[in-house]
């Protein structure tokens, strides 16, 4: 009976001992050399850092536009199958999805000019859609002679944009800065921002010719895409 007293103090030595033994291995102590238990219940793959996805900007620009500039991306048709974008602003202005693009010159009217004005920078005018195979031309006609200063003109093609051009479309595409309106043909594609009153040829124009050699779909070239930061203008500029 005298020994139940010692025993019960080394039962409890060796309790407290495997204890710390078992938690030190479980929670991967210092030396240990067994994996923490964290560990058991994940699968390896899960233990190594996803990669941060890269920041995207307003329409998907891969950086942010300067102060006082308007971010844009738009996207030509694709053949005869799929429409035409025109992002401004992170705002889709004209697309399938829209439901206001069509064959030929798909046209957006945007309020570029710095406040005050009779608008608000930045805002959407009109978006029409010009069909320029069996449409009247006089209908873009009228929709692009009357433009006020600092208007800025987004155009892009689908399926076929120049068929029906004459020479008083392309001279007004000109004035607004382009410098491949002269040449546009059947079936190019072509996208494009200009503006009115401007003084030089935009910087904002991409065009490939229909060419059964080069065209990436049959009798269609490639869909184009354009991206950038456009400078608002003041009421004085």
């Given at each position: 009976?005298?020994?139940?007293g010692?025993?019960?103090?080394?039962?409890?030595?060796?309790?407290?001992?495997?204890?710390?033994?078992v938690?030190?291995?479980?929670?991967?102590?210092?030396?240990?050399?067994?994996?923490?238990?964290?560990?058991?219940?994940?699968?390896?793959?899960?233990?190594v850092?996803?990669?941060?996805?890269?920041?995207?900007?307003?329409?998907?620009?891969?950086?942010?536009?300067?102060?006082?500039?308007?971010?844009?991306?738009?996207?030509?048709?694709?053949?005869?199958?799929?429409?035409?974008?025109?992002?401004?602003?992170?705002?889709?202005?004209?697309?399938?999805?829209?439901d206001?693009?069509?064959?030929g010159?798909?046209?957006?009217?945007?309020?570029?000019?710095?406040?005050?004005?009779?608008?608000?920078?930045?805002e959407?005018?009109?978006?029409?859609?010009?069909?320029?195979?069996?449409?009247d031309?006089?209908?873009?006609?009228?929709?692009?002679?009357?433009?006020?200063?600092?208007?800025?003109?987004?155009?892009?093609?689908?399926d076929?944009?120049?068929?029906?051009?004459?020479?008083?479309?392309?001279?007004?595409?000109?004035?607004?800065?382009?410098?491949?309106?002269?040449?546009?043909?059947?079936?190019?594609?072509?996208?494009?921002?200009g503006?009115?009153?401007?003084?030089?040829?935009?910087?904002?124009?991409?065009?490939?010719?229909?060419?059964?050699?080069?065209?990436?779909?049959?009798?269609?070239?490639?869909?184009l895409?354009?991206?950038g930061?456009?400078?608002?203008?003041?009421?004085?500029?």
């Open positions: 009976m005298r020994l139940a010692p025993l019960r103090i080394v039962a409890l030595v060796v309790t407290v001992g495997l204890t710390w033994i938690v030190s291995i479980l929670l991967g102590g210092p030396g240990s050399g067994f994996p923490r238990i964290q560990q058991l219940f994940t699968s390896p793959g899960s233990s850092t996803a990669e941060p996805r890269a920041r995207k900007y307003k329409c998907g620009l891969p950086q942010p536009c300067p102060e006082e500039h308007l971010a844009f991306r738009m996207v030509s048709g694709a053949a005869n199958v799929i429409g035409p974008k025109i992002c401004l602003e992170d705002k889709m202005l004209m697309s399938g999805v829209k206001n693009v069509g064959r010159l798909n046209i957006a009217l945007v309020n570029g000019s710095l406040p005050p004005d009779t608008g608000v920078s930045g959407l005018i009109e978006a029409r859609a010009f069909d320029m195979w069996a449409g031309v006089n209908d873009l006609l009228k929709f692009i002679r009357p433009l006020h200063e600092g208007t800025l003109v987004f155009v892009a093609s689908y076929d944009p120049a068929t029906k051009m004459n020479e008083e479309t392309r001279k007004l595409f000109g004035e607004l800065g382009s410098r491949n309106a002269k040449e546009l043909a059947f079936r190019d594609s072509w996208v494009f921002v503006a009115k009153g401007v003084q030089n040829k935009s910087p904002f124009e991409q065009h490939v010719k229909n060419s059964k050699h080069t065209n990436k779909y049959e009798g269609w070239p490639e869909a895409e354009m991206e930061c456009i400078p608002r203008r003041s009421p004085a500029s």
